[in-house]
C-alpha cells in the first residue's frame, strides 16, 4: 500500500525567482541524470564500499596505523559535521544565521564529504521533507508498500537506489536561495573538485608524515576509502533505517524514528523523529542521554558570535508535540 500525502505544516522551499528556470545556472546540472553520471555514481559507491568490507581483514593481516585511523577519525567528523551543521541544519533548513566566513566554511566542509553537490543535496533534502513518507518523497522506505517484501525492497530504495533515479529533483524551485548565491553557486558548481581535494588530503599527509609511498597508500585506503564508504552509509541509514524503526516520542506526519546506535557516528542526526516533528530545530537530540555533537558545536560557533538566532527547542514547543507515553515505542 502507497502511503497517500497529509496535508500539515511542513517547511516550504522558497519559491524560485520569477524567470529562475530560464537561468543558466539554476538548475546546475540539468533534471535529468545522464548515463556518464549514473557510471560515476555507482563506482563512487562501490569502490569505497569494497574497501570498507576489506578493512576488517586487512586490518588483522597488516595493520592499521594511529596515523592512518587519526587521518580517518579527522577526515570523518569533518566531513560529517559539514553535512549535518551546514547542508542539513543551516542550508536546508535555516536552525541558525551564519556570518560569511562560516557560511563558506561550511559549503566546503559538507561537499568534502563526497555526497553530491550543495544545491542538489539541499533541494532533495527540501522535497523529502515536503512529502515525507508520502508519494512525491525522494527516499522514502514505504515507497512500496507495507508488506515484509515491500518493505525490504523500499529499504533498498531509500538507502541507496533512489539516487540511480534519471529524474532529480528542480533545483530552481527547491533551493533558489542557494542558486542566487554566486558564491555557494560555485562551491556547488566544482563539487568535483572538492571531491578530489577529500580523496588527497589523507595519502598527502600520510605520505609526507612517513616519507613512504606505503604510508600514502595506506592513509588512501582508510582516510579516503574506508571513511567516505562509512559515512555515506552512515547517512544513508537516516533515510531507510530511521524512517522504518526507532523510537518515536514526538508527534510528526511520517514514520521518522530515533535509532540510539547511529546517534555519534550521524553527528545527531538519528535523533530523527524530533526532526520531523520539529524540523528548524538546531537540536535534534533533546532528550536526556541523547548525543548530538552538532547542536554542541553550533552551540560553540554561537558563543563566539559566529552564528546567530539559533532555534533551541523551547521547552513549551517540545512538550506540545510529545506522543502518549504509549506511543513511544516504534
Same mark, same amino acid.
Given at each position: 500500500?502507497?502511503?497517500?500525502?497529509?496535508?500539515?505544516?511542513?517547511?516550504?522551499?522558497?519559491?524560485?525567482?520569477?524567470?529562475?528556470?530560464?537561468?543558466?545556472?539554476?538548475?546546475?546540472?540539468?533534471?535529468?541524470?545522464?548515463?556518464?553520471?549514473?557510471?560515476?555514481?555507482?563506482?563512487?559507491?562501490?569502490?569505497?564500499?569494497?574497501?570498507?568490507?576489506?578493512?576488517?581483514?586487512?586490518?588483522?593481516?597488516?595493520?592499521?596505523?594511529?596515523?592512518?585511523?587519526?587521518?580517518?577519525?579527522?577526515?570523518?567528523?569533518?566531513?560529517?559535521?559539514?553535512?549535518?551543521?551546514?547542508?542539513?541544519?543551516?542550508?536546508?533548513?535555516?536552525?541558525?544565521?551564519?556570518?560569511?566566513?562560516?557560511?563558506?566554511?561550511?559549503?566546503?566542509?559538507?561537499?568534502?564529504?563526497?555526497?553530491?553537490?550543495?544545491?542538489?543535496?539541499?533541494?532533495?533534502?527540501?522535497?523529502?521533507?515536503?512529502?515525507?513518507?508520502?508519494?512525491?518523497?525522494?527516499?522514502?522506505?514505504?515507497?512500496?508498500?507495507?508488506?515484509?517484501?515491500?518493505?525490504?525492497?523500499?529499504?533498498?530504495?531509500?538507502?541507496?537506489?533512489?539516487?540511480?533515479?534519471?529524474?532529480?529533483?528542480?533545483?530552481?524551485?527547491?533551493?533558489?536561495?542557494?542558486?542566487?548565491?554566486?558564491?555557494?553557486? %560555485?562551491?556547488?558548481?566544482?563539487?568535483? &573538485? +572538492?571531491?578530489? $581535494?577529500?580523496? /588527497?588530503? @589523507?595519502?598527502?599527509?600520510?605520505?609526507? !608524515?612517513?616519507?613512504?609511498?606505503?604510508?600514502?597508500?595506506?592513509?588512501?585506503?582508510?582516510?579516503?576509502?574506508?571513511?567516505?564508504?562509512?559515512?555515506?552509509?552512515?547517512?544513508?541509514?537516516?533515510?531507510?533505517?530511521?524512517?522504518?524503526?526507532?523510537?518515536?516520542?514526538?508527534?510528526?506526519?511520517?514514520?521518522?524514528?530515533?535509532?540510539?546506535?547511529? %546517534?555519534?557516528?550521524?553527528?545527531?542526526? &538519528? +535523533?530523527?523523529? $524530533?526532526?520531523? /516533528?520539529? @524540523?528548524?530545530?538546531?537540536?535534534?537530540? !533533546?532528550?536526556?542521554?541523547?548525543?548530538?555533537?552538532?547542536?554542541?558545536?553550533?552551540?560553540?560557533?554561537?558563543?563566539?558570535?559566529?552564528?546567530?538566532?539559533?532555534?533551541?527547542?523551547?521547552?513549551?514547543?517540545?512538550?506540545?508535540?510529545?506522543?502518549?507515553?504509549?506511543?513511544?515505542?516504534?
Amino acid at each position: 500500500m502507497t502511503i497517500s500525502p497529509e496535508v500539515t505544516s511542513t517547511p516550504e522551499a522558497p519559491e524560485a525567482p520569477a524567470g529562475a528556470a530560464a537561468l543558466p545556472f539554476a538548475t546546475l546540472g540539468g533534471d535529468r541524470k545522464g548515463s556518464t553520471e549514473q557510471v560515476a555514481l555507482a563506482l563512487f559507491i562501490t569502490v569505497p564500499f569494497v574497501a570498507l568490507l576489506a578493512a576488517v581483514p586487512l586490518a588483522w593481516g597488516w595493520g592499521v596505523s594511529w596515523l592512518d585511523l587519526g587521518l580517518m577519525v579527522a577526515m570523518y567528523y569533518i566531513g560529517c559535521h559539514g553535512i549535518t551543521i551546514g547542508f542539513h541544519r543551516y542550508f536546508t533548513h535555516g536552525s541558525f544565521k551564519a556570518k560569511r566566513p562560516l557560511r563558506i566554511a561550511l559549503a566546503i566542509m559538507g561537499s568534502l564529504a563526497v555526497e553530491g553537490p550543495l544545491v542538489r543535496w539541499v533541494a532533495d533534502h527540501r522535497k523529502h521533507h515536503k512529502f515525507s513518507d508520502a508519494e512525491g518523497d525522494p527516499h522514502s522506505p514505504w515507497r512500496f508498500g507495507e508488506t515484509v517484501p515491500a518493505l525490504m525492497k523500499g529499504l533498498w530504495w531509500a538507502h541507496i537506489g533512489w539516487m540511480f533515479d534519471e529524474e532529480r529533483t528542480p533545483q530552481h524551485k527547491y533551493a533558489p536561495d542557494l542558486i542566487k548565491d554566486p558564491a555557494l553557486r %560555485a562551491i556547488s558548481r566544482h563539487f568535483l &573538485s +572538492w571531491t578530489i $581535494l577529500s580523496l /588527497a588530503i @589523507p595519502p598527502l599527509v600520510g605520505g609526507l !608524515v612517513t616519507m613512504s609511498w606505503w604510508g600514502a597508500f595506506t592513509a588512501f585506503f582508510w582516510g579516503s576509502l574506508v571513511r567516505v564508504a562509512l559515512l555515506h552509509h552512515v547517512t544513508w541509514s537516516i533515510n531507510s533505517i530511521c524512517h522504518a524503526v526507532g523510537k518515536r516520542p514526538f508527534k510528526s506526519r511520517d514514520r521518522s524514528g530515533n535509532v540510539w546506535w547511529l %546517534a555519534v557516528l550521524s553527528c545527531g542526526e &538519528s +535523533w530523527h523523529n $524530533l526532526h520531523h /516533528a520539529d @524540523p528548524t530545530s538546531a537540536r535534534h537530540g !533533546v532528550l536526556r542521554g541523547q548525543v548530538d555533537s552538532s547542536a554542541r558545536l553550533i552551540r560553540w560557533f554561537e558563543l563566539a558570535g559566529w552564528a546567530s538566532d539559533v532555534r533551541w527547542p523551547a521547552k513549551e514547543r517540545l512538550e506540545a508535540r510529545r506522543q502518549n507515553p504509549s506511543s513511544e515505542a516504534a
